[in-house]
């Protein structure tokens, strides 16, 4: 094509190149989903939707209460995502009869 002058000139340089690049992006676009998909093979729950945090569950939390709730802290505290005193603190508002934080100690009362 270019040696019986029909050349494209820059314009046809620039086309090639820019086809080129958009060619091997798609390419490694396509790899990259393959790869994360194969990867996590347990990241989509049926019909592609999100499953999210494993411990969500569609129904709003998971069975068990507190008692659900003192696992996934005893976990959290296991791991070190969370430290001593918090865990402490955070238990005791679990184990709590209404729920909730107790009121601060009024000062010499």
């Known amino acids: 094509m270019f040696w019986y002058g029909h050349g494209g000139g820059a314009l046809g340089w620039l086309a090639v190149t820019v086809g080129m690049v ?3 992006a798609l390419v490694v676009t396509v790899a990259v989903l393959i790869f994360r998909a194969l990867v996590r093979p347990g990241a989509y729950g049926r019909g592609g939707e999100s499953r999210g945090h494993p411990d969500w569950r569609p129904g ?3 069975p068990g209460g507190p008692a659900g709730a003192e ?3 005893a976990e959290r505290y296991a791991r ?3 430290e001593d005193e918090e865990y402490q603190r ?3 508002v679990l184990r709590a009869p209404h729920g909730g ?3 601060p100690e009024a000062p010499g009362g």
Do not use: D, V
């Open 22 to 24: 958009l060619f091997w």
């Open 60 to 62: 709003g939390p998971s």
């Open 71 to 73: 696992q996934i802290l």
């Open 80 to 82: 070190g995502e969370i």
């Open 90 to 92: 955070r238990l005791a």
């Open 101 to 103: 934080p107790t009121p």
